[in-house]
């Protein structure tokens, strides 16, 4: 499997609060420490088609707006298929 990146656009952004990550040990109230993945809907052009994808990922506290750009990483053989999603 061949990989290839090229830049993307954010057109949506939900946050996923059934899915939730621990970041202490010990807490004090249930979301003490939690932290929450995002679902992202990326658009991106390559060979002159526009692709629309959607991805879960989980960035920590980044900062996640509609509109921000990210590297997309996609198969080659594939392009539909989104392997991974780097902000940038």
């Known amino acids: 499997m061949k990989k290839g990146n090229i830049e993307g656009t954010i057109i949506d952004a939900k946050k996923i609060w059934w899915l939730k990550i621990n970041k202490k040990q010990l807490r004090m109230t249930p979301a003490d420490g939690a932290t929450f993945p995002y679902l ?12 629309e994808k959607k ?3 989980y960035w920590g506290d980044a900062n996640i707006n509609v509109g921000d750009k990210v ?3 996609y198969d080659e053989e594939k392009p539909s298929k989104v392997l991974s999603l780097i902000k940038k």
């Open 71 to 73: 590297i997309v990483t």
């Open 55 to 57: 991805k879960m990922v």
């Open 40 to 51: 992202l809907k990326v658009k991106y052009t390559l060979n002159n088609l526009d692709y």
